[in-house]
């Protein structure tokens, strides 16, 4: 294998001693990340060893490996180069005084199981609402909190390339941006489901349970969630869970599409994308005036991405303050008329229930379970996502110690 080195001179010097040994052929050795991005296009390596550093690991290195398609494997230290790598999405690390044997062992493929699983295709549902702060992470939780607490496996991934909120709203740590993370990997070809179970994080309580896979903390990392990496990850989730929830960004812009670079990366690609690749889009608009006038304008633009059918209206923060008397007949007349949707799921606005979650970090349906808002979002789930499914052949009703009795209490509430 070529690899190409970025690590303090005595440690590459060590490595390079006894490269030729185990089989390897060392193309360059630098001690900086500038260096390395000069001498990738001459040395042509197949991996990078590079010390986890600001000053030699950066966004920027691991943009130019992935354009070359090179594997690069952080080296650390210190907790401080580990947390740096995981920042970065890079998950497969070696200490800085390892030698080949232990480098060799992390391109070694883990061993299949045993007893297989049967093949899965879960269903994909996207969130997505236009600009306006319309609800769309609030009801993404809470669709797959319901989804979960009726015994379904569910991972929630944040695709939002502009402002991922899905961490902070359940009191997560996102300094290791999880669906970032899968993207790389399915880059690599190496996604999977023990990959997936390793870099996604757990919400757990008593009546339900679901993966969550994280979004970019800095919005300048939206490189990294390319259309093609987005739809690997989208196939990879589809065999891990029965259903992915994803939380979309705001925009459907295809102004870049005027481009004259074609391979340019696209702002928009991980929304567009996701929401082609959904089976169900859930289109989330504040029920107010200025909201669905928003939501309406760009309504048009969704329809180009996913068939009507396919798509449930939800018309968020419904309160007769507002929008004056009879909030619900006045909305439903406002769609029907300007943009020929007919029952719309409405969601009364609950301010001190959101705002408790939001506190606590934590669904709404555990903080208030007799929310307004929350029971409509259960029927939500009820009425148009499992209306018609029969479920899988056995929906696992304990995961991860969930009680099945709290779980049936907690749905009926």
Sequence with gaps: MRFALALPPEVAARLQKTARRHGHEIVTAVHDGFAL???????????????????TLSAGVLRQCDARGIRVLAVVESDHHRRHARELGLFETVQLSADWPEIDAQFVAPDAPAEPEAARRGSVIGVWGPAGSPGRTSIAIGVAFELAAAGYSVALAD???HSASIAPALGMLDE???????????GADSLNRRELE??????????????????????????ELSASRVTNTIAECRAWVDFTVLD????????????????????NAATITALREADQVIAVGAAD????SRFLRAHGDLLELSPPERITVVMNKLRASAIGLNPSGQVQQTLARFGSIDAPVLVPWDQPGLDAALLSGRALAEISPKSPARLAVQQLVRSRILRDRGGPAAPQKARRGRSARAAARLANA
Excluded: H, K
């Design 198 to 223: 390793r870099i996604g994080q757990r919400y757990e309580s008593a009546a339900s349970g679901f993966w969550v896979l994280t979004g970019i903390g800095q919005p300048s990392r939206w490189p």
């Design 159 to 161: 695709v939002d390339p």
């Design 37 to 55: 991005v000069g001498a990738l296009d001459d040395s042509r390596p197949e991996t990078v060893l590079a010390l986890a550093a600001p000053d």
């Design 289 to 292: 005036p200025v909201g669905m």
């Design 176 to 186: 290791a941006p999880g669906f970032a993370a899968a993207c790389r990997l399915a």
């Design 248 to 267: 979309t960004g705001f925009s459907l812009d295809n102004d870049e599409e005027i481009s004259s670079d074609l391979l340019a990366p696209r702002r």
